[in-house]
């Protein structure tokens, strides 16, 4: 049972353009949450992070908004680059053990 | 700066070699795991390791066991490597609290034919 989602595998952005990665999760008791971006043949990276208690996130061109009524996080990054072209995950760790769940990544490709 | 190293870039075995994998951490983190990454599936959680000489089965142990011995050090071993191990392996390590970051490794590109 995949706990966190994205369900859009790919996205294409003109370069200047807002890029918004979208991802939705099952459970309620997820008290944070991760964007990590992996480039092909190197592992992932962290991105950006948000806590539950907070409905927005900003780092430079990244933000990152937490809606809980509708279990749904988004990636916003304006604006887009060609060096933003990615696959970019989200993540949620479980209250108690070290794990994370992640879901199953969505390719960004921003078009110069 | 946190490194997470892995034994090999690419590695190409034959169906039912052992193989094994080697990650490094440098950070003295407690914690290391191992995913896989295949297309359309995310990534993929096999085993954790919390301490050393400890584990944790994730949601896709069959076929692979660990190893670790020190805690900067966390193999993975395919016993009986069958071609639908081919994928992707990504190493990860962390510290001890829920929620915190995780350092990956660069990954191996494991084929298996």
């Known amino acids: 049972d995949q706990q966190v989602k994205q369900n859009s595998p790919s996205l294409s952005v003109q370069e200047g353009r807002i890029s918004i990665l979208n991802c939705d999760y099952t459970?309620?008791?997820?008290?944070?949450f991760l964007w990590y971006k992996k480039y092909p043949a190197e592992g992932p990276t962290f991105l950006i992070s948000i806590s539950s208690i907070k409905d927005k996130n900003e780092d430079g061109r990244f933000t990152v908004f937490l809606n809980k009524s509708a279990k749904h996080l988004s990636l916003h990054i304006v604006p887009s680059q060609p060096g933003d072209s990615a696959v970019y995950f989200c993540a949620a760790p479980p209250n108690t053990g070290n794990q994370f769940y992640f879901g199953t990544g969505t390719s960004l490709t921003v078009i110069p | 700066d946190v490194k997470v190293t892995q034994s090999s870039r690419y590695l190409v075995k034959r169906t039912g070699e052992k193989v094994f994998l080697e990650c490094v951490q440098d950070m003295d983190h407690e914690n290391m795991f191992w995913y896989r990454q295949d297309p359309g599936l995310g990534l993929r959680l096999i085993y954790f390791s919390y301490d050393v000489k400890m584990k944790e089965k994730g949601d896709i142990p069959e076929g692979y066991s660990v190893s670790r011995e020190k805690k900067e050090r966390f193999s993975l071993i395919l016993e009986s490597a069958s071609t639908n191990q081919t994928s992707m392996y990504l190493c990860?390590?962390?510290?001890?609290?829920?929620?915190?970051?995780?350092?990956f490794g660069p990954g191996t590109r494991l084929t298996v034919t």
């Open positions: 459970n309620s008791m997820f008290d944070y």
């Open positions: 990860a390590s962390s510290l001890p609290w829920t929620g915190v970051e995780q350092y």
